[in-house]
C-alpha cells in the first residue's frame, strides 16, 4: 500500500501504533492519506507529485499538457497541485523541503533560481541524466538554459520565456487611428509617442486610454517600473545583491512618466486592481493594456478583439522589457532513488514536448523543436514578440530577489504607491533604497557553508 | 485553545484538600509526579524546551537552510530589529490593529448582550447568530469577506453605490485595508465577547431593576445606571482578553492583504514568518519573537496587577 | 476567580416580571427592532456565501452582487466534493482535531487532578511551571518549533499539529478547579479501601469531571480544526493539510471560480456548525465559566 523508507522507521512506526490505538476503527481502510499523516510515510512508489503555480488560461493549458502526458504514461500518475503564486509559493517549496515531502517535480521562476540553488533547496541535474531525456542546451532558447546553471551547474530545465507586453484593442485603436493599412499597429515611439497615443485612444474610448495594474499587485508594478527604467539603462542592484546601484535620476524619470500617465494626465486609471484591469481591456473601454503575455488567453476567451506588440521603446536606449522564465527543477529530497529521477525527468522531458499548448497562453517555448515549428510560427500574436525571448534579461541576482521576492514587492509597492498618487517619486526611491538597503547589507541567508 | 490564555493565574488554584496521611508523603509524591509526566513531558519537550530554544537562537545568526544554529551574533540580531524601520512599522500595525478592534468588540458586544438580555422570547436565536461566526475557520471567513470586498462589483461596493457613496477599494487602499481587517474580525469573533456578556448580566440580581423601576428610573437609566457599571468586572475582563487576542493578529492580515498594500497592514507575527520562513532567517525571525514576547508579556503583567488587585 | 470557576449546570432564573411601565414596554419594542436589524447584518455573509455558491458561474460574472437566481443548483458542491481534494482534508482535520482533544482530556486531566488533590514534593513549582505556559503565546515559538520537528522528521504528520496542542495550561487548571470543588471524602473513602492514586483518579474522579472535560474536549477540537499558521507552516504535502490549510494553498488551476470558493467555504465551516448546534450550550458555558479562547 506505501512504502515506507527506512530511516527515522522505527519512532514512526511506534508513533504510528499509539495513532491507530487512539483512531481505532476509523482508519481501518481508509489508506495512504492516514498513513501519511500518522507514520509519516511516503507517497506512492509509482506516483510523482508535481507543484505549480498556474491558474486561470496557464492553469487549464498545465492541465492539458498534464494530462497528455498521462495519457503516453499510463504507468506513472501524476498528482498535479496548483498553489497560489507568488512570495508564498517559495516559502512553501523551502518549507517541503525542509519538511522532508517535496513534490517531485515543480515549476520555478528562473529569476528565483539562485537563492533556491544556494539554499540547497533544489537537486543539481547530472549531464548524463539530462541527456538520457535528450535534454542538452542545444535544444534550448541559449539565454534561459544559461539562466538554468548556477555556478555552472545545471539546475533547471526551461519551459518558456515571458516578456511583459502591450496588449491593443484592434478596434479602438483603428477608430483611434494607430492601425496601419495591415491592420498591425503603428510603431509607437518614445514618451510623446504613447501619450498621444494613449490620448487617441482616450477620444475613443470617452475615458482612459490604456490601463496598467496598480493595486494589490506588485509584481505587475516592477514590471512595468523595470521595462521603464531598464531602457534607459538604469540597473537596480550589482554584486549578487549586496550593492545597490539604483540611479536616482534615470528612477525618478521612469516614476515620473509612469505617474504622468496615471494622476497628472488620467490617460491611465491610478487606482485599479487586476479584476478591474481585465474588465476595463475586455469591454474596450481602453485601447491598450500593459501587462504579462500570459494574459492572452484571458482576453480570447472574453472574445476582445486584441493583439498583442512589445512594449515600444519609450526613451530610445537600448530596447528592454521585463521577462522572465518557467523552469523545471527537482527540489531536493534525500529519499529520491534513481527510478524516481528518472520518472522524474520523463515527466520534465513530457511537458517540453507538449509546450505547444503552453504556447497558447502566450509563452514562448524554450524547447527550440517547438519555438522553431511551423505550429508556433503560425500562432498569433505569439510570434509577434519571439525576438523579447531571445534578448531576456532576468532579474538582478540577490538572495531576496527573483519572482514574487522580497525585492519585487519593495519595488512594486514603491511604484505602486507614485501610480496611485500616493507617493511622490523622490520619496517613493528614498522608501525602496532604505528598504532594499537592509537586505544589501545584510549576510546572505544562502549559500556559504551548506547544510 | 492554546491560542490566547484567558484565565487569570491569580488564586486559581484552591488549596489542596486535606487528603488522609495513610500512604504516606513519599507515596503521595511519586503518585503526583507520576500522574504529571505525560503532561510534563510534551510541555517540555513541545512549549518550555522551544521557549528556551528560541531564546539561544536569537543570540545567532542561523538560516532554515543550514543545519545548526549558524555563526554566534551575540546582540546584533536584537539591534538589528530595535532599528529596523519595518519591524516598527510591523509592530504598530499589530497595535493599530488592537485599538481598531478592541473598542467596537468590546462596546458592540455589551450592546448586543444588552439588548438580547432584554427580550424574553428566541434568545437562543441571536445568540446562535452572534456567536456562529465564531466557529468558523478562519480561511472560511477571509473567503468569504474577500469576495464582498471585491471593488467595484462585490457586495459592499455595490451597497455603498445603491446609496450614491463612493466605495474604496478595500482590501487595496492602504488607508481602508486594516479597517476592512478590523470590520471582518468584528463579525468574526465577536461572539465570545457577547457570551461572557451575557454571562456577566445573569449575575445581575433583578430586584435591582425592580427597586429603581419603583423609584421611577426610565429603561435607559436603569441600562446606564445599574447594568453597565456592575458589568465592570467583565468588561475589565473582555478588554483585557480581547487586546492580548488582537495583539496575536496573523490569520485574517495574512488572508486578506497578506501585509498589503505597500506593507501597509503587515503585523508583527507576519513580519516574524516573513523573515524567518521567506528569508530563512530564523536567528533573526527568533530574536523579533521574543521582542514581540516581551511586550505580551508587559501586557500579561498588567492584565495580573488588575485582577490581582480586584480578587 | 470567577473566571475559572467550575462548569455548572447554569442558574435558571425566572423571566423579569413583565413591566408595566410604558416607558419599559416601548424601550423593549425598540430594543426588538435594534437587535433584528443587527442579527440580520451579522446574518449577510454567511447568507451570501451560501447564495453564490447556489448560483451559476455565469450568472456570478455577468452580476456578481444580486442575490436572486434563476437556476440555483448544488453544482459547486458536487464539484467541490468529487473534483477537489476537501474529503481527504476532512478526515485530517477530523482526525487531528479529535486526536488533540483526547489526548488533552486526558493528559491535562492527570495533571490537573494530581495538582488539585495530591499533596506531593514539588507541587508549588510545578504549579508555577504550568502558569508559565499562560504566558507563553505560542505564535512566538514558530520559529523553534519548526526547528525542532524538522529535527525531529514529524513534519508533515498529524503529530506535528497534536504534539504541541496537548500540554496546555489552562486545561490543566479547569480540571484542577473541578477536581478540588470536590467533596474531599470521594479520595477518602477510596485511599480507606486501599486504591492507588491512579485508581482514585481514574475510577472516581475522571468519571465525575465530564463538565469539566467535555469543556476541555470541545474547545480543543475546535480551535484544532481552526488552528491556521502553524499547520500552515508545517503540512505542506497536500495529503495531509488540515481544511483552513487546504483552502487557502491549493488554488484552482482554472482561476477563481466563486461559486465553488464559496461552497468550499460552507463545507468548510458546516461541521463546527454542526458541533456549535449540538453543543451550543456547553460551548457558551464553557467561555463564561473559564474565559478560553
Known amino acids: 500500500?506505501?512504502?515506507?523508507?527506512?530511516?527515522?522507521?522505527?519512532?514512526?512506526?511506534?508513533?504510528?501504533?499509539?495513532?491507530?490505538?487512539?483512531?481505532?476503527?476509523?482508519?481501518?481502510?481508509?489508506?495512504?492519506?492516514?498513513?501519511?499523516?500518522?507514520?509519516?510515510?511516503?507517497?506512492?512508489?509509482?506516483?510523482?507529485?508535481?507543484?505549480?503555480?498556474f491558474t486561470g488560461g496557464d492553469g487549464i493549458n498545465m492541465v492539458a499538457m498534464t494530462d497528455r502526458f498521462r495519457a503516453a504514461h499510463p504507468s506513472v500518475h501524476v498528482d498535479a497541485v496548483t498553489l497560489a503564486w507568488g512570495t508564498p509559493y517559495y516559502t512553501k517549496l523551502a518549507l517541503a523541503v525542509i519538511g522532508d515531502r517535496p513534490p517531485d517535480v515543480a515549476i520555478t521562476h528562473l529569476s528565483r533560481l539562485p537563492t533556491l540553488a544556494e539554499g540547497n533547496l533544489v537537486e543539481p541535474l547530472r549531464a548524463d541524466d539530462l541527456a538520457a531525456h535528450g535534454l542538452t542546451g542545444d535544444r534550448f532558447t541559449a539565454a534561459a538554459w544559461r539562466k538554468g546553471q548556477v555556478g555552472g551547474q545545471q539546475y533547471a530545465v526551461?519551459?518558456?520565456?515571458?516578456?511583459?507586453?502591450?496588449?491593443?484593442?484592434?478596434?479602438?485603436?483603428?477608430?483611434?487611428?494607430?492601425?496601419?493599412?495591415?491592420?498591425?499597429?503603428?510603431?509607437?515611439?518614445?514618451?510623446?509617442?504613447?501619450?498621444?497615443?494613449?490620448?487617441?485612444?482616450?477620444?475613443?474610448?470617452?475615458?482612459?486610454?490604456?490601463?496598467?495594474?496598480?493595486?494589490?499587485?506588485?509584481?505587475?508594478?516592477?514590471?512595468?517600473?523595470?521595462?521603464?527604467?531598464?531602457?534607459?539603462?538604469?540597473?537596480?542592484?550589482?554584486d549578487n545583491g549586496t550593492r545597490i546601484v539604483l540611479d536616482d535620476a534615470k528612477a525618478e524619470k521612469a516614476l515620473s512618466f509612469a505617474r504622468e500617465l496615471t494622476v497628472q494626465r488620467k490617460l491611465m486609471p491610478s487606482n485599479i486592481d487586476g479584476s478591474g484591469v481585465t474588465q476595463l481591456f475586455a469591454s474596450g473601454k481602453v485601447g491598450l493594456l500593459f501587462d504579462g503575455e500570459w494574459q492572452i488567453p484571458t482576453y480570447q476567451g472574453a472574445k476582445t478583439p486584441f493583439s498583442v506588440a512589445p512594449v515600444p521603446n519609450l526613451f530610445g536606449g537600448t530596447y528592454h522589457c521585463f521577462a522572465d522564465s518557467h523552469a523545471l527543477i527537482l527540489p531536493r529530497n534525500g529519499r529520491r532513488d534513481a527510478r524516481r529521477r528518472d520518472e522524474s525527468l520523463t515527466l520534465v522531458r513530457g511537458l517540453?514536448?507538449?509546450?505547444?499548448?503552453?504556447?497558447?497562453?502566450?509563452?514562448?517555448?524554450?524547447?527550440?523543436?517547438?519555438?522553431?515549428?511551423?505550429?508556433?510560427?503560425?500562432?498569433?500574436?505569439?510570434?509577434?514578440?519571439?525576438?523579447?525571448?531571445?534578448?531576456?534579461?532576468?532579474?538582478?541576482?540577490?538572495?531576496?530577489?527573483?519572482?514574487?521576492?522580497?525585492f519585487e514587492n519593495i519595488m512594486g509597492f514603491a511604484v505602486s504607491a507614485v501610480e496611485a498618487g500616493q507617493l511622490h517619486p523622490a520619496a517613493a526611491i528614498a522608501q525602496l533604497r532604505q528598504k532594499l538597503a537592509d537586505y544589501a547589507s545584510k549576510p546572505a541567508p544562502v549559500g556559504g557553508t551548506g547544510s | 485553545m492554546t491560542s490566547t490564555v484567558a484565565a487569570p493565574p491569580a488564586g486559581a488554584l484552591p488549596g489542596v484538600k486535606d487528603e488522609p496521611r495513610a500512604a504516606g508523603a513519599i507515596g503521595q509524591t511519586?503518585?503526583?509526579?507520576?500522574?504529571?509526566?505525560?503532561?510534563?513531558?510534551?510541555?517540555?519537550?513541545?512549549?518550555?524546551g522551544p521557549a528556551v530554544y528560541g531564546l539561544v537562537m536569537s543570540f545567532f545568526d542561523g538560516s532554515s537552510v543550514r543545519s545548526g544554529l549558524g555563526p554566534f551574533a551575540g546582540l546584533d540580531n536584537y539591534t538589528e530589529a530595535l532599528t529596523s524601520g519595518d519591524f516598527w512599522s510591523s509592530m504598530w500595525h499589530t497595535v493599530l490593529f488592537t485599538i481598531l478592534t478592541t473598542p467596537p468588540l468590546v462596546i458592540v458586544a455589551l450592546l448586543l448582550a444588552m439588548l438580547t438580555d432584554r427580550i424574553r422570547r428566541g434568545k437562543w436565536f441571536f445568540r446562535l447568530v452572534f456567536f456562529a461566526p465564531y466557529v468558523m475557520p478562519v480561511t472560511c471567513v477571509g473567503?468569504?469577506?474577500?469576495?464582498?470586498?471585491?471593488?467595484?462589483?462585490?457586495?459592499?461596493?455595490?451597497?455603498?453605490?445603491?446609496?450614491?457613496?463612493?466605495?474604496?477599494?478595500?482590501?487595496?487602499?492602504?488607508?481602508?485595508?486594516?479597517i476592512a481587517v478590523a470590520l471582518m474580525t468584528v463579525w468574526w469573533t465577536i461572539g465570545f465577547n457577547f457570551v461572557l456578556y451575557l454571562a456577566g448580566l445573569q449575575d445581575i440580581p433583578r430586584e435591582l431593576y425592580e427597586a429603581s423601576a419603583v423609584d421611577g428610573a426610565g429603561p435607559g437609566a436603569q441600562w446606564w445606571r445599574i447594568t453597565v457599571p456592575l458589568l465592570s468586572r467583565t468588561t475589565v475582563l473582555v478588554t483585557m482578553l480581547q487586546i492580548i487576542a488582537s495583539l496575536k493578529v496573523f490569520d485574517q492580515i495574512y488572508l486578506l492583504t497578506a501585509g498589503g498594500p505597500n506593507y501597509s497592514t503587515r503585523p508583527v507575527i507576519e513580519y516574524i514568518y516573513d523573515v524567518g520562513f521567506t528569508d530563512f532567517r530564523t536567528g533573526y525571525g527568533a530574536a523579533a519573537s521574543m521582542l514581540y514576547f516581551v511586550v505580551i508579556l508587559a501586557v500579561s503583567a498588567v492584565w495580573f496587577a488588575i485582577s490581582r488587585r480586584r480578587a | 476567580m470567577a473566571t475559572l470557576t467550575v462548569p455548572e449546570a447554569p442558574t435558571r432564573r425566572a423571566p423579569a416580571k413583565a413591566p408595566t411601565d410604558p416607558r419599559h414596554r416601548a424601550f423593549t419594542v425598540l430594543c426588538v427592532v435594534v437587535l433584528v436589524i443587527l442579527a440580520a447584518l451579522w446574518l449577510v455573509p454567511m447568507l451570501w456565501a451560501v447564495d453564490t455558491s447556489i448560483r451559476p458561474e455565469s450568472e456570478i460574472t455577468t452580476s456578481p452582487a444580486t442575490w436572486w437566481t434563476s437556476h440555483p443548483s448544488l453544482d459547486a458542491y458536487r464539484q467541490v466534493l468529487s473534483a477537489g481534494r476537501m474529503p481527504v482534508w476532512y478526515l485530517n482535520s477530523f482526525l487531528v482535531a479529535l486526536l488533540t482533544a483526547v489526548f488533552a482530556v486526558v493528559v491535562c486531566s492527570m495533571a490537573g487532578f494530581a495538582v488539585a488533590r495530591v499533596r506531593f514534593r514539588g507541587r508549588r513549582i510545578v504549579t508555577g511551571l504550568v502558569l508559565a505556559g499562560l504566558l507563553i503565546p505560542p505564535q512566538t515559538l514558530i520559529m523553534p518549533q519548526f526547528q525542532e520537528f524538522a529535527g525531529l522528521h514529524l513534519l508533515n504528520t498529524y503529530w506535528a499539529l497534536i504534539l504541541p496542542s496537548v500540554p496546555t495550561s489552562v486545561a490543566v487548571f479547569v480540571f484542577a478547579s473541578f477536581f478540588s470543588g470536590l467533596p474531599g471524602e470521594l479520595a477518602e473513602s477510596a485511599r480507606i479501601d486501599g486504591a492507588g492514586w491512579f485508581r482514585v483518579y481514574s475510577r472516581i474522579f475522571l468519571p465525575?469531571?465530564?463538565?469539566?472535560?467535555?469543556?476541555?474536549f470541545i474547545f480543543t477540537f475546535v480551535w484544532s480544526w481552526n488552528n491556521f499558521l502553524w499547520p500552515l507552516l508545517t503540512m505542506t504535502s497536500t495529503e495531509v493539510m488540515t481544511i483552513p490549510v487546504g483552502l487557502n494553498v491549493v488554488q484552482d488551476s482554472y482561476g477563481i471560480r466563486y461559486?465553488?470558493?464559496?461552497?468550499?467555504?460552507?463545507?468548510?465551516?458546516?461541521?463546527?456548525?454542526?458541533?456549535f448546534l449540538i453543543f451550543q450550550r456547553r460551548i457558551v458555558e464553557g467561555i463564561a465559566n473559564t474565559g478560553i479562547k
Open chain 2, 30 to 48: 511519586r503518585a503526583g509526579w507520576g500522574l504529571l509526566t505525560p503532561f510534563l513531558v510534551l510541555y517540555l519537550a513541545f512549549l518550555i
Open chain 1, 158 to 238: 526551461p519551459l518558456d520565456t515571458h516578456p511583459f507586453v502591450m496588449f491593443y484593442r484592434t478596434d479602438v485603436c483603428k477608430k483611434a487611428g494607430l492601425l496601419d493599412a495591415t491592420g498591425k499597429l503603428k510603431p509607437i515611439e518614445g514618451t510623446d509617442g504613447l501619450v498621444a497615443a494613449l490620448s487617441a485612444c482616450a477620444k475613443v474610448t470617452g475615458g482612459y486610454g490604456g490601463v496598467v495594474n496598480v493595486n494589490a499587485d506588485p509584481a505587475t508594478c516592477w514590471r512595468w517600473f523595470d521595462t521603464l527604467y531598464g531602457q534607459l539603462g538604469g540597473q537596480v542592484l550589482a
Open chain 1, 352 to 406: 517540453l514536448d507538449n509546450s505547444l499548448v503552453w504556447a497558447k497562453g502566450g509563452h514562448i517555448p524554450a524547447f527550440r523543436e517547438v519555438q522553431d515549428s511551423a505550429a508556433f510560427r503560425k500562432m498569433q500574436p505569439q510570434a509577434q514578440y519571439v525576438p523579447a525571448a531571445k534578448a531576456a534579461i532576468y532579474d538582478p541576482a540577490g538572495w531576496y530577489s527573483g519572482a514574487g521576492s522580497d
Open chain 3, 259 to 275: 461559486a465553488q470558493v464559496m461552497a468550499s467555504a460552507v463545507l468548510g465551516a458546516l461541521p463546527l456548525f454542526a458541533v
Open chain 2, 143 to 178: 473567503l468569504v469577506f474577500t469576495w464582498m470586498y471585491v471593488p467595484q462589483t462585490g457586495l459592499f461596493a455595490s451597497w455603498l453605490s445603491a446609496l450614491g457613496l463612493p466605495a474604496p477599494a478595500w482590501l487595496a487602499d492602504p488607508n481602508w485595508a486594516m
Open chain 3, 208 to 216: 465525575l469531571c465530564k463538565p469539566a472535560a467535555s469543556a476541555v
Open chain 1, 1 to 53: 500500500m506505501t512504502v515506507s523508507y527506512p530511516q527515522g522507521t522505527s519512532r514512526r512506526a511506534a508513533l504510528g501504533a499509539l495513532g491507530l490505538a487512539g483512531v481505532g476503527a476509523l482508519t481501518a481502510g481508509c489508506g495512504s492519506p492516514i498513513a501519511a499523516g500518522i507514520a509519516g510515510t511516503g507517497p506512492n512508489a509509482t506516483s510523482l507529485t508535481y507543484w505549480n503555480l
